[in-house]
């Protein structure tokens, strides 16, 4: 398996850049691309927020639904994630 030091975001939109990114609607799927050059998905609110606790700043996370985007801020994502219970 190839082992990446890096990913650029060059040409992605960042979602640090997108206001009320939509979360919780179930088209949006989170897609983590680590270190290894595994790759896992989420679909539910449970899976997202599982996935953005082991993801670190090392690893590629994209949100894909309408638009892809790039999740550049962990932190923000994991702040809004726990917000939101269903």
Not at 11 to 24: I, K, M, N, P
Not at 26 to 46: E, F, I
Not at 66 to 71: N, Y
């Amino acid at each position: 398996m190839p082992r990446f030091t890096r990913f650029s975001l060059d040409g992605v939109e960042r979602l640090s850049a997108v206001d009320g990114y939509h979360w919780t609607d179930p088209s949006v799927t989170l897609v983590r691309v680590d270190a290894k050059g595994v790759v896992r998905q989420a679909k539910s609110l449970a899976e997202k927020r599982a996935m953005l606790v082991v993801a670190s700043e090392n690893d590629l996370v994209l949100a894909g639904g309408h638009d892809v985007v790039a999740v550049d801020d962990l932190v923000a994502a994991r702040a809004v994630l726990a917000g939101w219970r269903r």
